[in-house]
């Protein structure tokens, strides 16, 4: 099993960035994909971005192309989501997500375990 912890949240500056950790424990070897979601109160989970755990691919939702950048340090087991010229529609907690096989990328379903989320706040 795999633990995920996120950080990096906080209150910024429309036009600020962030760059948000989400930290790997335990059994990180078997992952085979990490996303990232956000979710505001009464929405669902919205998909992010996601990257292979051992490999390049990154897949990025089309809302957050540009401005979003996921990457991977495997020897520290922590992915990350880079946030530039960030919006007020960028507040939401952000979760990260681990999978352990090949599958649906793009929603909730598709992973296995979660982070208990950071709060980004973007201030107009």
């Known amino acids: 099993q795999v633990q995920l912890v996120e950080s990096g949240g906080g209150l910024v500056q429309a036009g600020g960035s962030l760059r948000l950790s989400c930290a790997a424990s335990?059994?990180?070897?078997?992952?085979?994909?990490v996303g990232w979601f956000r979710q505001v109160p009464g929405k669902e989970r919205e998909f992010v971005a996601a990257i292979l755990w051992n490999g390049d691919s990154t897949i990025y939702a089309d809302s957050v192309k540009g401005r979003f950048t996921i990457s991977r340090d495997n020897s520290a087991d922590t992915v990350y989501l880079q946030i530039i010229s960030l919006k007020p529609e960028d507040t939401a907690v952000y979760y990260c997500?681990?999978?352990?096989?090949?599958?649906?990328?793009?929603?909730?379903?598709?992973?296995?375990?979660w982070g208990q989320g950071t709060q980004v706040n973007v201030s107009s």
């Open positions: 997500a681990a999978t352990y096989r090949p599958g649906v990328v793009r929603n909730e379903k598709g992973y296995d375990e």
């Open positions: 335990g059994r990180t070897f078997s992952i085979y994909r």
